[in-house]
């Protein structure tokens, strides 16, 4: 009973082989028509892909030359600026140098003016000092002498010998001074 229930394993079923034989023959015909196709798009594919990165690689180099470019030109524009800047510095110096000069002479100028001033202050002064001093000096010596010095050529005389003396004792007092 074994024996004959028992189906045997190793026997072929020429169904299956058949329906398997067949199907092969198909797969293998579609494999064979479209090996072809298939052997081309990969070799495209890869075709695109070696070109992609041969593509890549340069547009790094002309990136990294752009790059190049541009560190050369902001080192430029650096260099440029620094210039720019010293040029800057030297024109500010020259401008207050010729400032500091107009405004000296300028100085020199107002003080030569003032002194200018103060010497014809001086001179309008004593002008009229010696004026109101001859008239007082020829006012006393006629009080004194008695008599009227009418005569112009008398009074500057006396007024000239007065304020001589007037000069010699005030550089006299001075001398003590020092």
């Not at 007082?136 to 001589?164: H, K, M, P």
Request: hydrophobic fraction near 45%; proline fraction near 1%; aromatic fraction near 6%.
């Amino acid at each position: 009973m074994l024996g004959a229930e028992q189906e045997n394993i190793l026997r072929i079923h020429w169904d299956e082989f058949t329906f398997g034989v067949i199907a092969f023959l198909i797969i293998l015909g579609v494999v064979y028509k479209f090996w072809p196709k298939l052997t081309a798009a990969l070799d495209e594919r890869a075709n695109q892909i070696e070109g992609g990165i041969e593509r890549a690689k340069k547009a790094e180099a002309e990136a990294e030359e752009a790059r190049q470019q541009y560190r050369e030109k902001l080192e430029e524009a650096h260099r440029q600026y620094a210039a720019e800047l010293e040029k800057a510095k030297e024109q500010r110096a020259a401008i207050i140098a010729e400032a500091r000069e107009e405004a000296q002479v300028e100085a020199r100028r107002i003080i030569e003016a003032g002194h200018a001033q103060i010497e014809a202050d001086r001179q309008q002064a004593f002008a009229q000092l010696r004026a109101e001093i001859g008239a007082l000096s020829t006012d006393l010596a006629e009080r004194i002498v008695g008599e009227t010095l009418a005569d112009s050529a008398a009074q500057n005389r006396v007024i000239d010998r007065f304020l001589a003396e007037l000069e010699q004792s005030e550089s006299a007092e001075q001398a003590e001074v020092r």
